[in-house]
């Protein structure tokens, strides 16, 4: 114990701030830092979107080995994608509110470590695609990587409105993952699954966005309610949400669940649309904006659940 806070001394006599792991404490909160740079809840929903479509291809006739490779592959190649956003955004990351008391901007971690911590998820989750699950869902993977972290982190986050919708599309790759996984080809029921994600994310993350407008305005990120105010905002999350609803008509009409998916989904879109164009005269918006969050989250969360239960119309 007292070697351990001789230790802390010493690195605050360097001038460091990075933390001891030599007790038992300080180890267990450099491993809780290892674990939130990996954002796990976005893994979590994430994961299951991957297990939803891995689910609809497979019609119940499911192959318990490859959904776990698949679940590990993916689950390891985001975290990999998380990890690195937060070593490049690590600056940025210091003059936000949400985001200044993470493990770089406090520096409580060393870049480079966590630099390669990401690269090593990386490769070993890329590995277990290609080798264990399929080469698609391994392409697929590197797409999605590509796309989050050179399109989205690198460039469009700090430069351009379009950083939502066009980093949408990687955040849209892991159910086509887990639908790849069986199938090993891209076909209607991958592009039904892409769409699905990709239209939902614009809302959600506009939502999220409003509520912290200022935030992002200071750091400089140039998100559409920064860009375009709020009012354009949330008319543009509109046509989104219109479009969203027919992705569960189309799961329905080519056969993939059944009359219950159908119904809830339908429905749940129509709350979720609704409630946005409501918001074009809440008089709270940041009220507006958190009930608009936690209802994106929790849309998807049961939209997939209902998809895995009433796949092939199992439930009716
Ligand atoms: C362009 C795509 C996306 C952007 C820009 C985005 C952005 C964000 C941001 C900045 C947060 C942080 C909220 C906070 O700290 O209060 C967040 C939260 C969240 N996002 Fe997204 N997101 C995207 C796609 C996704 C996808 C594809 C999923 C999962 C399928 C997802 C699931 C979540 C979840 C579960 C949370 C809540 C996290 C928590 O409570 O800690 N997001 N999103
Ligand atoms: C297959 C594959 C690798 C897919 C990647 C899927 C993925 C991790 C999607 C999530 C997108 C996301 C969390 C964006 C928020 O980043 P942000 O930088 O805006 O959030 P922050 O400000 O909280 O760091």
């Keep these: 114990m007292i070697k351990n806070d001789f230790k802390d001394k010493i690195n605050k006599i360097n001038g460091r701030i990075y933390r001891s792991s030599g007790s038992e404490a300080g180890r267990l909160a450099v491993l809780k830092d290892y674990v939130a ?8 929903l994430n994961a299951i979107a991957a297990f939803g479509g891995f689910w609809v291809a497979s019609k119940w006739d499911i192959d318990w080995l490859l959904l776990l490779y698949m679940l590990i592959g993916s689950a390891l190649t985001m975290a990999s994608a998380c990890v690195i956003n937060n070593y490049w955004d690590r600056d940025l990351d210091k003059k936000m509110e949400r985001t200044k008391n993470r493990a770089l901007p406090t520096q409580r971690l060393k870049p480079t470590n966590v630099l390669i911590y990401g690269i090593a998820l990386g490769i070993i989750g890329e590995l277990v695609l290609f080798a264990l699950v399929n080469p698609l869902t391994g392409w697929l993977g590197l797409l999605g990587f590509f796309v989050y972290v050179v399109i989205y982190t690198m460039w469009l986050k700090r430069t351009s409105t379009w950083s939502t919708s066009i980093g949408g599309i990687s955040g849209a790759m892991p159910p086509v993952i887990g639908y790849c996984a069986v199938t090993g080809v891209v076909d209607e029921g991958a592009w039904i699954l892409f769409a699905l994600l990709f239209l939902w994310q614009p809302a959600h993350f506009w939502s999220l966005a ?15 309610p920064v860009v375009k105010g709020i009012p354009r905002t949330k008319l543009q999350m509109q046509p989104y949400i219109l479009l969203l609803i027919p992705t569960g008509i189309l799961m329905f009409a080519y056969d993939y669940v059944g009359y219950t998916f159908l119904i809830i989904s339908l429905l749940l879109g129509i709350v979720w649309l609704v409630h946005t164009f409501m918001g074009l005269r809440a008089s709270d918006t940041t009220k507006w904006a958190r009930t608009n969050f936690l209802i994106s989250i929790n849309y998807l969360m049961v939209v997939f659940l209902i998809m895995i239960a009433d796949t092939n119309g199992m439930i009716g």
């Design 37 to 44: 740079l990996t954002k796990p809840s976005i893994i979590r």
């Design 210 to 224: 409003i509520r912290r407008v200022e935030e992002y305005r200071a750091a400089g990120f140039p998100l559409l």
